[in-house]
DNA sequence: CAAATAGTGTCTTTTAGACACTATTCG
DNA sequence: CGAATAGTGTCTAAAAGACACTATTTG
């Protein structure tokens, strides 16, 4: 069954925009910096992103996209903006869903011949104005860090609080005060009755998100 | 000129979606309710939406298809989600970009015969899921309404701070304190210089957004 | 023991809210 | 004057931050 339309007409008899899927996917990097995750585009710098097929969720071509371009399992790619500018792509009526995910950078194995990891403090001059796709990404991910702990899971199963401080520091650029830090997010953390000995000092209890 | 990608193909050799817009045009009924523009579809309800057309924004396919559909002159219209699922139309592959815009009661002309203003609290069965989008389009208001006055300028040019604060009871479906409204609210507002005499009791000095 | 880190008590500052008071209008 | 609304002083409660203290480990 087709549908038409009260002129007749079926969907096809319409000119429709190709979409496209553009992702940021953010990271902190060993030395504690937010970084994204870049493919090369000949001399170039860019976001992933691939065009949307047929049967597929923009979710899910945004997954494919970190795959082919970067080498990368991404996780849960959430929509920022549609850049809709008519006149935006040389190539035509092209629409863009920005995307972020965030992703630890243990599970980040990325093809380093075709994609690189740069400092969000150091993205200038990407491709397609995805600069802004960036900006936009670390301001998600910073609203998202100030109240809870770890909302995109990028600790692992268990840690301590001061490793949670760190990672929230990182994604958020500034220092955070350490009593006021455990007194805000011990109560939404579980204990697991671990105790972990980092070296040097009292051993810390380890946490799990709720 | 055509853009070929590396196999020699151009993007009309892909499939497209097709790509809609849908709006909640959210306002404040006289009685103080806050609610949604609905428009007739056969026996049912729904939002306004159109298909978007080659060389128009997604913003100004929503402003048509208010104008065509309920006869409103929208103001800024603001993406929400894109809606992707690939089974969600029966007609076929369709995307549709979900807005929110915010347009006051006295601009609201719109058409009685095809359109209708229901309050918010009484949305429920509208067609293609839509609810979904009214329910997203309230959260996003009040949070914009929680901390600075009027930022989607639905009040007049000058106005007093009760009628401020009664709208943003309404948006935000909850009673504020007078005293504490006021000290949060003033500061971020210019004074006018002007008065409102409103009948019984001491005249009201006029503010206007800054 | 010294150094380092974990964990916490307590004081101050800030902010939101409660409450009540004064100010100014209409009828 | 009484009723009604505008505007504000002040107290309290809650939250954030500063600071310093105790606790427990390694070397």
């Known amino acids: 069954m087709t549908y038409r339309d009260s002129h007749g007409r079926t969907l096809q008899d319409y000119p429709r925009p190709s979409v496209a899927v553009d992702t940021a996917v953010l990271s902190v990097l060993p030395d504690g910096r937010l ?31 970190l795959r082919d ?6 996780r849960e790619p959430r929509q920022l903006h549609v850049f809709d500018a008519p006149d935006r792509d040389p190539r035509g009526w092209v629409l863009s869903v ?22 969000v403090d150091e993205v200038r001059g990407l491709l397609y104005g995805h600069d802004e796709i960036v900006r936009m990404a670390v301001e998600r991910l910073r609203d998202d860090y100030a109240a809870s702990p770890d909302p995109a ?32 997010m011990e109560p939404q953390l579980s204990t697991t009755g671990g105790i972990e000995r980092g070296g040097v000092g009292k051993p810390a209890r380890t946490f799990r998100t709720r």
Chains 1, 2 share one sequence.
Request: hydrophobic content about 40%.
């Open 69 to 74: 371009k970067t080498g990368v399992d991404g």
């Open 35 to 65: 970084a994204v995750l870049l493919a090369n585009d000949g001399d170039d710098a860019r976001l992933p992103g691939t065009f949307v097929h047929p049967g597929e969720t923009l979710a899910r071509a945004a997954l494919r996209a």
């Open 153 to 184: 899971q990028l600790m692992p199963g268990t840690f301590t609080l001061r490793s949670l401080q760190n990672l929230h520091e990182s994604v958020l650029g500034i220092d955070l005060p350490r009593d006021t830090f455990r007194r805000t």
């Open 98 to 119: 920005a995307h972020l995910d965030a992703v630890p950078y243990r599970a980040l194995d990325f093809d380093a011949g075709r994609a690189e990891l740069r400092p």
